[in-house]
């Protein structure tokens, strides 16, 4: 509606101007008129500046610009988050997952917590990217709907001897001892009839153990939640022989297949 005023506003200053131009060159050169012709030319230049219009539409078109931009950061964002085949395995760099799923998850975060990055410097995990962000999201929409009016969420990944681990915290009401246990239980949910299916955090169990990973949460009243995700970097034969002690290393181990 703004742009559309600011538009007419100055469609018609611009018509009036015209029609001033036009009455100039068929004037006879009266120097009366064209004088009264030209104090309407300035007082339509000082309308101009007084409503500040060009200035105003520059600001709208700068304006417009941006959120162009934002639209193209978000579609790419879809993108990558969808990733189109949900089943699709692929290296990927968690630390770009969780940017996706904030960037999904910006207009219920934005009114409810400031973000705080701590990323490491973690190499990339061979996973579905689709079902990975899934979780993201999940954690992060359940973080901000613990915290009642301004909180902060904390995101921190590190690369471990054989996992990368993401913890997600928040600083918001925390979680009752006795309902820990049953978080991850499918339908299981203490959210209002309507607000929550409290299939959010089962599927996120499922996603995890399904890679190979594990997901832990700890949580104090008054405090706030962590959700600690650990996503293997190597198979379950390389895992083995790492905890057995057979090799010291990923590395020996692909040595010895050679």
């Given at each position: 509606a703004l742009v559309n005023e600011q538009l007419d506003t100055l469609a018609s200053l611009v018509d009036a101007a015209a029609d001033q131009a036009k009455l100039l060159n068929e004037s006879d050169r009266d120097d009366i008129v064209w004088n009264d012709q030209l104090s309407t030319v300035a007082s339509i230049a000082q309308s101009l500046h007084e409503e500040d219009v060009m200035i105003?539409?520059?600001?709208?078109?700068?304006?417009?610009?941006?959120?162009?931009?934002?639209?193209?950061?978000?579609v790419l964002s879809l993108k990558d988050f969808s990733r189109l085949d949900r089943k699709k395995?692929?290296?990927?760099?968690?630390n770009e997952g969780l940017d996706s799923a904030l960037m999904i998850a910006q207009n219920t975060l934005k009114h409810k917590a400031e973000v705080v990055k701590k990323y490491g410097d973690i190499p990339p995990v061979k996973c579905a990217p689709s079902q990975i962000n899934q979780v993201f999201l999940n954690m992060l929409v359940n973080a901000a709907q613990a915290i009642e009016e301004w909180g902060t969420i904390t995101l921190?990944?590190?690369?471990k001897r054989?996992?990368?681990e993401v913890t997600i915290e928040d600083d918001g009401q925390g979680i009752p001892e006795d309902v820990l246990p049953n978080i991850f239980n499918p339908f299981y949910t203490t959210k209002d009839v309507g607000e929550g299916t409290g299939l959010g955090l089962a599927i996120s169990y499922q996603i995890i153990?399904?890679?190979?990973?594990e997901i832990s949460v700890e949580s104090t009243?008054?405090?706030g939640t962590r959700f600690t995700i650990s996503l293997p970097l190597v198979s379950d034969v390389e895992v083995k022989m790492l905890k057995s002690g057979v090799i010291e290393s990923i590395d020996e181990y692909h040595l010895e297949e050679q």
């Open positions: 105003e539409m520059a600001e709208l078109l700068k304006a417009s610009v941006s959120g162009l931009d934002r639209i193209a950061e978000m395995v692929d290296q990927v760099n968690l921190t990944t590190v690369a054989n996992h990368v153990e399904q890679h190979g990973g009243i008054g405090q």
